[in-house]
C-alpha cells in the first residue's frame, strides 16, 4: 500500500482535512472554547446578584448536569468521529431531517455566541487602549477587527492555532489559580457562611421556587460549561480521534469546572461588601461588577490593566475555538450538500485543507451581528440571551436520539463504553438537559422590554422558519446517513457500504478491502494522519 503522505495525495481528494491535532491540542480547543475567564467572569455578576454567595454551589449541580451530557457524547463521539459533532451524531440516530435542524441549532448558537464574545472581548481591549467606557459604535469595530484578526489566525493554519490555544491555557490557568490563591491566603473578607446565607435581590418566590434566586443562578451558570462538545466539532482534524475525543470531551469540562468552582469561591470571599452586590440596580452603593470590585480592593487600581489583559486573552480563545467549530460544522453540512451554494462552502485550501469559505462566512454572518447590535442595545441582549438556551436545545438533539437508539435496541457501543450504565445515564442526561432547557427558557419578568424574556423562544422561532425554508429546498439531494449503512473503521476513517450513496471525500468501500487515493476516495490514514 501507498505510504505517501496525505498532502502528497490532497489534490485528489477534496473533501479531505489534514489530521493535525492531538489529543492535548483537541483537549486545549475545547477548554478554549469554554475559557475559565469566560465562564466565570461572564457570570459572576448576575448568579450572585441573583442569589448571593449561594449561587456557588450550584456550580456542582451544573457540573453534575454536564458531566451526564458529556459521557453520552464521549459515547457518541467515539462511534461517529466525524466533523460537525451535533449534526452528524443526530442524522445517524434518527435521519436526515432531525439531524438537519440539531446541526442548524448549534450553527447558529456558534456564530451568535462567536459575536457576543468578540463583543465582550472589545470592551477589555478598549479600556486596555486607553478608551474608557467605549461606544457602542467603538466596541462593533474592535470587535470587527478582532473577527478579521482571527479570521487571518485560522486562515494560517491549525498550528497557529494550537499554538495559541495551548498559551491560553496557561495564562488563564495560573492567571485564575494564582489569583484565586491569593485572594483566599491573604485577601478573606467573607466568612464560609456566605456561601448559605443570603438570597440576593429582586427576586420573588420561594428560594427553590421557579422564579427563585437558585434556579436563576442555575440557569445563568449554565453558560459556564458548554463547549465540551467542540472537540467533536473537529474530529477530522484529530488523530486517533476514538480515543482521544472522549478523553477530551470529559477532562475539558472537568478541568475548567475545577478552576471555575476554585477562582468563584475565592473572588466570593474576597467581596468586601455582599450588601452592595446583592442591592438592588437602582441602590446608589450598588457594585455592578463584583470580580473587579473585589480584585482592585485587594491589589489596588493597578491590577486592573494585566487582569484585563487576561480576560483579552480568554475572550479571544473563546472566540477563535467558536469560529472555528462553527467554520467546521458549515463545512460539514456543505460536504453533505445540505446548504445553498455547498460546492463553494465546501472547499477547502490546498496547502493547509482549511475551509476558507465556511470560515469567511462566519465573518461575514459576525460582522451583521455586529451592525445589529449598534443599531440596538436590545439586538445584543436577545443575542446574549439565547445563546445558553441555544446550547441546550443543541445538546438536547443527539441526546434524545442516543436514547431512542438504546431503547429501540439499535445501539452499538465503539471504544468508549460504561456498559450497562449508558441506558440510565442517557435517561438522566436527557432529563437534565430538558430541566436546564426550561430554567433558561423559561419568560421571567427579568428586562424593562418584556419580548426580551421570551428571547430563547423568539430567536427559536426565527431560526425554525428560516431552518424550514432552507431545508425545503436541499432536503432531496441530501446525502443519506443512517446508522446502519454509514461506519467508520477503527481510526474514524468513513467506510461507506457498496451500493450506497457516498458523498464526495468518503470512501466507498471496496471487495477487495483496498482502498485508491482517487478524487471521491479518502485514503485511509495512520493515527499520525499519512496515508496507508
Known sequence: MSTEPLSELSEHSDHVLKREFTLWSSF?????????????????????????????????????????????????????????????????????????????????????????????AAGFLANIVGVESPTPTQKAVIAFVILLAGTGLNLVGRQALKIFMTASIVAEVVGSLGLGTWLLLFHRHQPLSVLVEGTGSGLGGGYLSLGGPFLVAV?????????????????????????NLPK??????????????????????????????TSALDDPDHVGDPVSYALTTAFGDGIARPV?????????????????????????????????AHRALSRLSRGQ????????????????????????????????????????????FPLVGA????????????????????????????????????????????????????????????????????FAVVRRRMFPAEAGDDELDDDGHRVVAVGGRTPPGVPRAPASGTQRGVRGVVPPQDTDGDVR
Not at 469546572?257 to 461588601?273: F, G, M, R, T
Not at 467546521?328 to 450538500?337: G, P, T
Open 403 to 470: 436514547l431512542v437508539s438504546q431503547l429501540r435496541g439499535t445501539w452499538r457501543p465503539s471504544t468508549f463504553s460504561l456498559g450497562r450504565a449508558t441506558l440510565p445515564l442517557s435517561v438522566a442526561a436527557v432529563l437534565w438537559a430538558t430541566f436546564e432547557f426550561l430554567n433558561i427558557a423559561w419568560p421571567r419578568h427579568v428586562n424593562d422590554a418584556r419580548y426580551l424574556d421570551w428571547s430563547v423562544w423568539i430567536a427559536i422561532v426565527v431560526l425554525g422558519v428560516v431552518g424550514l425554508t432552507i
Open 28 to 120: 486545549a480547543f475545547a477548554f478554549a472554547f469554554i475559557s475559565p475567564i469566560v465562564a466565570l467572569y461572564g457570570i459572576f455578576a448576575l448568579a450572585v446578584g441573583a442569589a448571593g454567595g449561594t449561587f456557588w454551589f450550584g456550580f456542582f449541580l451544573v457540573w453534575g448536569g454536564q458531566l451526564l451530557v458529556a459521557l453520552v457524547f464521549a459515547h457518541l463521539v467515539s462511534r461517529w468521529p466525524l466533523e460537525g459533532s451535533i449534526y452528524q451524531w443526530s442524522r445517524r440516530l434518527m435521519g436526515n431531517g432531525y439531524g438537519w435542524f440539531a446541526g442548524w441549532a448549534y450553527m447558529w448558537t456558534l456564530v451568535i455566541a462567536m459575536s457576543t464574545v468578540a463583543l465582550g
Open 308 to 340: 484585563e489583559v487576561l480576560f483579552v486573552i480568554g475572550f479571544l480563545a473563546s472566540f477563535l475555538a467558536l469560529q472555528t467549530s462553527a467554520s467546521r460544522v458549515i463545512w460539514a453540512y456543505a460536504r453533505d450538500e445540505a446548504l445553498p
Open 219 to 243: 440557569a445563568f451558570i449554565g453558560w459556564s460549561f458548554v463547549g465540551f462538545e467542540s472537540a467533536g466539532a473537529i474530529a477530522e482534524e484529530v488523530r486517533d480521534p476514538r480515543r
Open 353 to 396: 485543507r482549511q475551509p476558507v469559505v465556511a470560515l469567511l462566512v462566519t465573518t461575514v454572518v459576525g460582522s451583521v451581528l455586529f451592525l445589529l447590535s449598534n443599531l440596538s442595545p436590545n439586538v445584543y441582549l436577545l443575542m446574549v440571551n439565547f445563546t445558553t438556551g441555544g446550547f441546550f436545545i443543541a445538546f438536547l
Open 248 to 277: 477530551a470531551v470529559i477532562r475539558s469540562l472537568c478541568l475548567i469546572a475545577l478552576v471555575v468552582a476554585y477562582s468563584s469561591l475565592a473572588i466570593i470571599l474576597a467581596i468586601p461588601d455582599m450588601g452592595r452586590v
